[in-house]
Each structure stands twice: as structure tokens, then as C-alpha cells.
């Protein structure tokens, strides 16, 4: 469950005194379950009315009501900034906990529970425990991952030797439930998109890649689209997901019928634009605009007819061909219609177009699934009833990023698995799992684990002991070694290596004066924003940094802000707008799963012994491995070196004199007792090391403290003379 935010009503609909349907304001920003302003029907929210919390001298029953978000379209916002808001209407379905009056400019706290058709779905997958391939998986049979020898023109893509025996086993591999871990930037992503190219094509295979999210869905399908010249004709290939609308438009047949919901929308976009411009004019040529609209119909023919015609080596229903050709000779017949008369009945007759284009969506989805070889989509949407009904079963499944998907999404797409099917589920249970809000009861149940982190718990192998149950991919494209060298022995135990050509990386850059791996020392404050924690003194000294010494050297879209906090997130996004400071990219880790930039400033925020999201581990790992070149941390030292978190333990392990410097915020007259301003502070880079823990640098970034895993507190607390404690024993974990 998502943490609440405010609204006002501004409506309330009753009938025979029951309360019915809301209308309320709330701010665009805390409606983040609303995404690129589209509706999101079906959602399951409950709200409250504090007023109620209370009754004479004795405390009562928070009221709840529970309720259905069936239109959160945005409302457009009004001129004056300060006015900005989104209209939700709520359907009410059920009232719990009692009664209470809610009127109009009441305010009650909204909390957004989930999205009724994805529980829906994964509680019909959790309802077919019978069939035998849901069985392996609730068993956790995990089959071997045989490398022998295959006939994959595996030397025509360039792939290392992890990668081509994990291609030769899946080429040859039975069927069943195999596991594959891949460590940040091994490139799991680019090993799919090359085994597809090869196993699709040789064995005539029907393949299903499915991810937890849109956002890692289209990232991983990009990948595989920039391969399809590689494809043969008769290989299809369809994506079901929807890009965000910062994407530029779509160009060309082939990428239009890629995007399937968004096939429609190309087909139908260039009368679109020419109704928005002709109903905004009182007179045109109706001659001239005719002869336009029949250059446009003649195109959208012979695109449908490219569609319908194209080389396929699967059956298509013979239905949707014929109802495609049916619209097809529909919009043939307004081509060779009569003049318009005047401009009211050309207008009618572009609307006619527009419509006859949207009566075609779902034959167009059909058959762009039905001839698909390879099916693009999440979890939750391989449980659609439409896409049961136009695919069958599949030879292959892949699960991308299948650390972060709880296990009854990972069912749902089972339903297209059969007894010769081999399912494989690729990811890394080190990184982000699934996001659970419902704490602590998913702890509890299990709720939040991911079927990744099952395997793990039930094979407690050290990752450099041989894993029978999945393969690991070794060698990584992403970050400079000394960057990588840290994440690696602390999560991995050191067996990643860097791919030879990477520390040569940062040579060819323009930072390649800039040191790559820095620590900030801030002597800021935390402040509590809500549920959220800002730092002003961190923020203010990365925007400097941004600005003095980035922005000169690096493009602002290859330069990243992480951290994690939202509150954190949004003021450093306002302070860097007020610098002119656009293309830079600030998020919280959480958004950054799977991404990367060639510089990354890693705001830590907190500032006292609560560590909040630094105890998380899994956090730790993905914000300290995004950046390919240059990785800062702004941060208190020492909070950090005496907190027990991973963060201690990189601060004591990476840090040295060369590379850690103070950050001198600056503070108005009058104002020491306040917050910093921003842009004036001062960095001093100190010239010895700071740990006094640490005399003459013994133990930082030496080989024999490379070569154990470090344990919470390990260098700070437990470091008596030897690696890992006095008898030279690896303190694990």
C-alpha cells in the first residue's frame, strides 16, 4: 500500500443517503500512480477522514471507505501555476468501519491499495496450482544447465564465452525451469536480444519475453528491435507495451507494427493533425484538400495491405484477414467517393476515416499477435483474456529482471506454457525485489520475495561455488573496473570480471581528468519533508558540482543525480531548473534498476544513526553500480563510518586521501544556525587519509582485502591484524 496523500472534495453524489461517487483535487505530484496522464481504471484505493479519528473523550475508529478510481484523466491545469491540480472521480464500493458525512472542501487522505486487474490476474495463476509446469515451480525444480555443444552460428554475433555457453545450452535445452543471474552490466539484456536472433530463426520457435514493468518491457524490446535487420522476413516480432510520450514518433512500417498499441494511433495520427488544423480554419480549398486526404488514404491502404500480406511462417485466422480486407476495401471506397460539397461534409468524411481506422484496432492487435514469433509484454498483461484468444502455447518463455516480480505475477504468463515448453527466469536477487508496500505482513507470508529469492534461500551456495541450478554470467561492459572492483566483492564475491577493453574507457573521454571515484564529506542536515527526507547542504553541493565542473565537460543527458528520497529528488530538480540545468536526470534509486549514465552523484541524505533506506542492501548495490565513468557520493563521513551499513563499508574500503574531499557549505549573515544557500559553498580536498582507523592506508583498496566478501562494520570494527578478524577467517556476510 502506497503512503497517503491529501485531497479536497469538491463534489459528492449520494442516492437514498449513500454515498456514491466523489469528485476531489489533488496535486499532480502526489498522484503517482497516475502515469503519462492516462487513465488508470480499476484501482483500489481507501481514504479517511481524520476528523473522524476522534469522538468526545474517547479515541475511535479511524473511518475507512473503500473505493474504485474509475476515471483519474487529468484536468487541465489553470493558468496560474499556484492553481495546478488533477480532478479524481471515485466510485464508491464499499464502506467499512462505519459511516461518516463527507461534504463539499472536506479534506480526506487517500491511500492507494493496488490495481484490481493485476490481483485479479495473479489470483487466477495462483488458481491453477494443478497444472504440471505450475507444480516445478512451487516445488522450485530447477533443471541444469547442460554446455555442450551446439549448431548456433553462434560466432556471427559478437558475445563472450559465458554467453555462448549459455546459447548452446538453450538451444539444446530440455524443457523445464532453468535460472540465469546476471550481475550488474554482465549485459543480460544483450545476451536475450542474441540469443533470439539465433534460436528463433534455427528452431522455428514461438518465444514469450515477459518483464515485471512496462519501463524494463520496452527498454529490453529496444534492444531487440535494433537487431532485426539480423532477423529473417518471416520472423515477426510484436511488442505489447506502450512507450512513454517523450519517445519521438514512430518511423517506417516496420517499427509502426512493432509497437502494436501504438499501430493504430500511427495509422491514424495524420488525419488526426489534419482535423485539428482544419477545424480551427472557417474556409479551405476543398479541391486541394481532397487530393491530401486521398495521398493519405492511399498510404494507410498500402500499409494495411503490407500488413495482411506479409511472409509468415505461422497460421493466421483466416477471420481477421478477411475483416482487415473488408476495412481495407471500406477505405478503398471513400478514396474513389465524389468531391465533398462543401467544408462540413469533408469534415464528416475525415471523421468517417477516423473511425473506420479505430473499428480496426483489435483486428490489427490480432493479427499482429497471431503471426508474432516472438511476444513482447509484462506479467500482468500475458493474463488478458484477448491475447489468450489469438495466442497459443509457446516453445519458449523469458522472464527479464525476474528478482523484482513477486511469484504469482511469474505464474500468470504459465498459462501458455506446456510439458515441452522451457521457461527461463533471468536476474539478480542482489538488486531491487519485488515493491511490496503491505510491510510487515508480506514479510510474513512471503509475499515479497521473488521466486529468484526462493532458489537463493533454498541453495545457499556461495556465488564461487559451482551452481547447478543457474548459470551466471561473468564478465561485465559497463562501469571502469576501480569502480566495479567494490560492488563486486561485496555482492558477488569477486567473480565478475571487467571485459579487457574497459579500462580504457574514461582515456577517451573528455573527464578524463576528473577523478572517478570521490567522496564528499557534507556537514549538512537532514530534514523531514513528510514521509520523505531532504539535505539542502548535499543538494547545494552537487548542484555546484554540476555546474562548475560537470557541465563543461559532459552533456547533461549523460549526467545523473540518484538518491533515496523523493523529497531530496524534487528539490535538487528545482535548484538545478533555477541554474538553467535541464537535461540532467534526477531520480530515486528505485527508477534506476537497469540504467546507467556516464556520471552519477549519489546523494546519501541522511545525517543521523536511523540509516532508513541505507540498511537496505539491495539499494546500496544498484545506486553504487549505474555510473559507467564517474562515481561521486555526497555524504556525512562520519555518520556513515560508524553506521552499520554497506555504505560504512565502502566509505572505509574506497576512500583515501586523493580522493575525498570536504564540502565548506555556504551560510548567509546571520543565518549559521540555518540552512545553507546554495551555490556558494567550498570544496577542500584533503591531502591525508581520513579514517584514523586506518593508518598509512593499510587496508584501503588492498589486494588481500579484495579477495573476502565485507561484512557490515568488517574494516571499521572488526579488523584485528589479519584479513576478516584474528585467525584470517572471512567474516562472510
Known amino acids: 500500500m502506497s503512503e497517503g496523500f491529501d485531497v479536497q472534495v469538491i463534489e459528492v453524489n449520494r442516492e437514498d443517503g449513500k454515498l456514491l461517487k466523489l469528485v476531489c483535487k489533488v496535486s499532480t505530484e502526489q498522484l503517482n500512480f497516475l502515469q503519462d496522464n492516462r487513465v488508470m481504471a480499476n484501482e483500489l484505493i481507501y481514504f479517511e477522514k481524520k476528523e473522524a479519528i476522534f469522538a468526545s473523550t474517547r479515541k475511535q475508529n479511524t473511518v475507512v471507505n473503500y473505493g474504485i478510481i474509475l476515471d483519474g484523466k487529468l484536468a487541465p491545469p489553470e493558468a496560474d501555476s499556484r492553481k495546478m491540480y488533477s480532478l479524481v472521480r471515485v466510485d464508491i464500493i464499499k464502506r467499512y468501519l462505519g459511516n461518516v458525512d463527507i461534504k463539499v472542501n472536506d479534506k480526506l487522505k487517500f491511500y492507494h491499495v493496488t490495481g484490481l486487474v493485476p490481483a485479479a490476474r495473479c489470483y487466477n495463476a495462483c488458481d491453477e496450482v494443478g497444472s504440471p509446469i505450475v507444480q516445478q515451480f512451487v516445488q522450485n525444480e530447477a533443471m541444469t544447465w547442460n554446455y555442450g555443444d551446439s549448431t548456433l552460428p553462434c560466432a556471427a554475433i559478437e558475445m563472450d564465452e559465458d554467453a555462448i555457453r549459455a546459447t548452446n545450452s538453450i538451444a539444446s535445452a530440455s524443457p523445464g525451469l532453468y535460472f540465469a543471474l546476471g550481475p550488474p552490466g554482465t549485459g543480460k539484456s544483450q545476451w536475450i536480444a542474441n540469443s533470439l536472433t539465433l534460436h528463433v530463426p534455427h528452431n522455428k520457435a514461438t518465444v514469450m519475453v515477459c518483464t515485471p514493468s512496462n519501463i524494463s518491457l520496452i527498454a529490453l524490446a529496444e534492444r531487440v528491435h535494433e537487431l532485426r535487420p539480423k532477423f529473417p522476413n518471416n520472423v515477426h516480432i510484436v511488442c505489447l507495451g506502450r512507450r512513454s510520450k517523450s519517445k519521438a514518433e514512430l518511423k517506417g512500417q516496420a517499427e509502426c507494427e512493432f509497437y502494436a498499441y501504438e499501430y493504430c494511433d500511427a495509422l491514424r495520427e495524420p488525419y488526426d493533425k489534419m482535423l485539428a488544423n482544419l477545424e480551427t480554419r472557417e474556409d479551405f480549398d476543398i479541391p486541394d484538400k481532397t487530393t491530401v486526404l486521398g495521398r493519405k488514404l492511399a498510404r494507410t491502404v498500402e500499409d494495411l495491405k503490407h500488413l ?426
Open 308 to 733: 495482411v500480406n506479409a511472409e509468415c511462417d505461422k497460421n493466421v485466422s483466416a477471420s481477421t484477414l478477411q475483416d482487415i480486407e473488408k476495412l481495407i476495401t471500406t477505405l478503398e471506397e471513400k478514396f474513389a467517393e465524389s468531391q465533398p460539397k462543401d467544408r462540413d461534409a469533408f469534415i464528416k468524411r475525415l471523421r468517417e476515416v477516423q473511425e473506420c481506422i479505430a473499428n480496426g484496432e483489435t483486428l490489427f492487435h490480432v493479427l499482429l499477435v497471431e503471426r508474432a514469433n516472438i511476444i513482447f509484454c509484462t506479467l500482468v498483461a500475458s493474463g488478458s483474456k484477448k491475447l489468450a484468444k489469438c495466442l497459443g502455447a509457446v516453445d519458449m518463455l523469458i522472464v527479464d529482471e525476474s528478482g523484482q516480480a513477486t511469484v504469482p505475477e511469474t505464474l500468470i504468463p504459465l498459462k501458455y506454457c506446456t510439458s515441452n515448453t522451457v521457461v527461463i527466469h533471468i536476474g539478480d536477487p542482489q538488486q531491487l525485489g519485488p515493491m511490496v508496500y503491505t510491510q510487515p505482513s508480506s514479510t510474513k507470508t512471503g509475499y515479497e520475495l521473488s521466486l529468484m529469492d526462493i532458489m537463493e534461500t533454498r541453495n545457499p551456495v556461495r556465488m564461487d561455488k559451482a551452481r547447478a541450478w543457474c548459470h551466471i554470467f561473468c564478465t561485465q561492459y559497463r562501469m571502469l573496473p576501480e569502480l566495479y572492483d567494490w560492488p563486486n566483492m561485496r555482492y558477488y564475491f569477486g567473480i565478475v570480471k571487467s571485459a579487457p577493453h574497459m579500462k580504457d574507457i574514461l582515456k577517451n573521454s573528455r573527464c578524463k581528468d576528473l577523478p572517478p571515484n570521490q567522496f564528499y564529506n557534507i556537514k549538512g542536515q537532514e530534514e523531514k519533508v513528510g514521509t520523505s527526507y531532504r539535505n539542502i547542504a548535499e543538494a547545494d553541493a552537487i548542484v555546484a558540482k554540476i555546474k562548475e565542473t560537470l557541465k563543461p565537460l559532459v552533456d547533461e543527458q549523460n549526467i545523473c543525480v540518484i538518491t533515496f528520497y523523493a523529497a531530496q529528488v524534487a528539490y535538487i530538480t528545482k535548484q538545478l531548473q533555477e541554474h538553467n540545468i535541464r537535461g540532467v536526470d534526477v531520480g530515486t534509486v528505485d527508477g534506476y534498476q537497469g540504467g546507467q549514465r556516464d556520471v552519477v552523484l549519489l546523494s546519501v541524505v541522511r545525517t543521523r544513526k536511523e540509516a532508513g533506506f541505507l540498511k537496505e542492501s539491495r539499494r546500496i548495490n544498484v545506486s553504487m553500480t549505474r555510473p559507467r565513468l564517474l562515481r561521486w557520493v555526497f555524504g556525512d563521513c562520519d555518520n556513515l563510518k560508524t553506521s552499520q551499513t554497506d555504505l560504512g563499508a565502502f566509505l572505509a574500503y574506497n576512500t583515501s586521501g586523493e580522493n575525498f574531499a570536504e564540502y565548506q557549505p555556504y551560510y548567509p549573515p546571520g543565518n549559521q544556525g540555518g540552512y545553507p544557500s546554495g551555490g556558494r559553498g567550498r570544496f577542500n580536498h584533503q591531502q591525508q587519509p581520513f579514517n584514523n582507523m586506518n593508518p598509512q592506508q593499510r587496508f584501503i583498496c588492498q589486494k588481500p582485502m579484495a579477495m573476502v566478501p565485507l561484512s557490515v562494520g568488517s574494516i571499521l570494527d572488526k579488523y584485528k591484524g589479519g584479513v576478516g578478524g584474528k585467525d584470517n577467517t572471512s567474516t562472510g556476510w
